[in-house]
């Protein structure tokens, strides 16, 4: 039997370091064993997916150095690697399983729904659905589908015992039937959800070995239920943990950076972000810290992982970057600099910013520190002095540029533009915090160029940070929160 991982991530935002570290422990794990490693796109998401994401998500990957054998771009024998693109298989698998009896259409409402829900907290239960449309008869089912009322297909679920199953690193698990919900396996629009996608495509992609994070060791017993449906083997399954923020909360954009892109603008070489993440739960035989992907694979063992939650630390990963660019050459060091912002494209995205408004050569580096390099904060005062509220601008900003799709100066002038006169405010006055946390001082080259140009990743972050500086108290940022609900509303009518 041929050893074969996967990583399938959603192309629904920036390409998250998470990815980058299951990726590499998939790819590491097959490599080990002479296998193949495989990629695929969970892009059922309709309204959030985008090209623009796969692309981001293919660029990252192979910056980093990850290659797989088959995907959506390189095809392969079992494509498509889309799952949008698989829609008549999920049907056809989905239609069997009702056709069994293993599965249900459901014609509950969401206000059904949710008032069961709540009847089911008040009394301390746990919440799952009730069983209510499981028992429907042939005849009422055919007429309802028939006069086209809304239904998904859910699946059936004992009530009574367990669902054992062994994992490869946490050895076996047991979780009761009855904390284990019905779920929907298609939803109303025809689309699957991740549970029955993520069983069918797994089988008819002969996926061996599935190691993904450990937040889906609860959904084993829905996708082990799934497998037995259908006569299956199920693959080996192995929950990695967590990546943690410092104070060992899960890894999260409000606490840490966690695109890949940001680590690549701010200048960590990819193979000093690979050997991070290595590091990150799993050790060599030798216990050195400086190792490559290669060397990784060549030692790869699951005994080797660490069970507890590994923390991502920037200041350890700037420390490592550090011990990578002081083992390179001068030379090599030279094209490294090259490769990350001296070079060509990067400049002609500045000729535009800086030229008229230079008079010697030497008056670029004050103009473009902020730019190549990460800026000074000025303190909490700086941002109180001025008579725009600083934390609402900037957290609202923050807020909007998370769902921004197009990255480009108009799209960006268009958010602050209905910020400011939703809170009444000049656009000058609006904008002035926003100098601040991006540039670090009042003054600097066109706010909107200088996001275009240092990317959503670094703008968002130097945003975050500057709400650090500020200072937001839990009850400040629960009332900044519902202000931000509030113009969201506005915008709607």
Not at 92 to 100: E, I, K, S, T
Not at 242 to 264: A, E, F, Q, V
Not at 268 to 281: K, R, S, V
Not at 370 to 375: H, T
């Amino acid at each position: 039997m041929k050893v074969r991982t996967r990583i399938a991530p959603s192309p629904t935002g920036d390409p998250h370091v998470g990815t980058a570290y299951i990726a590499l422990f998939n790819w590491a794990f097959a490599t080990r064993h002479g296998g193949e490693f495989i990629l695929r796109l969970e892009d059922t998401d309709a309204a959030r997916s985008t090209k623009a994401s796969e692309q981001k998500i293919f660029s990252a990957l192979r910056w980093l150095g990850i290659s797989w054998v088959e995907g959506p771009d390189l095809g392969g024998p079992h494509g498509a690697y889309r799952q949008s693109e698989r829609l008549p298989i999920y049907r056809r698998h989905v239609d069997q399983l009702v056709a069994n009896g293993d599965a249900f259409p459901c014609f509950c409402t969401t206000e059904r729904l949710d008032a069961m829900r709540q009847a089911q907290q008040a009394k301390g239960e746990t919440t799952r659905y009730d069983g209510h449309c499981q028992n429907l008869s042939a005849e009422e089912v055919a007429a309802r589908i028939q006069a086209g009322e809304s239904h998904v297909i859910r699946m059936r679920v004992p009530t009574e015992g367990v669902c054992a199953f062994d994992d490869l690193l946490r050895g076996r698990i047991e979780i009761p039937w009855s904390q284990v919900d019905m779920q929907v396996l298609l939803k109303a629009d025809g689309f699957p959800t991740y549970h029955l996608a993520v069983v069918v495509d797994d089988y008819l992609m002969e996926i061996t070995h599935v190691l993904r994070g450990e937040e889906w060791i609860n959904s084993v017993p829905k996708h082990q239920l799934l497998y037995r449906y259908f006569g299956w083997d199920m693959p080996a399954h192995a929950h990695l943990p967590l990546l943690r923020n410092p104070d060992h909360s899960k890894l999260s954009k409000r606490k840490n950076p966690t695109s890949i892109n940001y680590y690549r603008d701010i200048g960590i070489l990819p193979e000093a972000l690979l050997n991070y993440l290595g590091m990150m739960g799993w050790s060599m035989p030798d216990e050195r810290e400086i190792f490559s992907a290669r060397d990784m694979a060549e030692h790869f063992e699951l005994s080797r992982i660490s069970l507890g939650g590994p923390v991502f630390d920037l200041d350890k990963l700037s420390w490592l970057n550090g011990q990578y660019l002081r083992a390179l050459s001068p030379d090599a060091f030279g094209d490294r600099i090259g490769r990350w912002m001296l070079n060509r494209d990067k400049l002609n995205a500045l000729i535009p910013l800086i030229q008229q408004r230079t008079g010697r050569l030497d008056d670029l580096a004050p103009q473009l520190d902020y730019l190549l390099g990460n800026r000074r904060l000025p303190d909490a005062a700086a941002f109180s002095s001025n008579k725009a509220p600083a934390a609402q601008i900037i957290d609202h900003t923050l807020r909007s540029l998370e769902t921004l799709g197009a990255w480009e100066r108009n799209a960006i002038f268009n958010v602050c533009k209905s910020l400011a006169d939703h809170l009444g405010l000049k656009l000058k006055d609006f904008l002035q915090p926003l100098f601040l946390a991006i540039s670090g001082r009042e003054v600097s080259l066109p706010l909107f160029d200088s996001m275009v140009f240092l990317g959503s990743d670094v703008t968002r972050v130097r945003l975050r940070e500057a709400l650090d500086v500020i200072g937001v108290s839990k009850k400040a940022a629960k009332e900044l929160e519902k202000n931000y609900s509030a113009f969201l509303a506005a915008t709607r009518e």
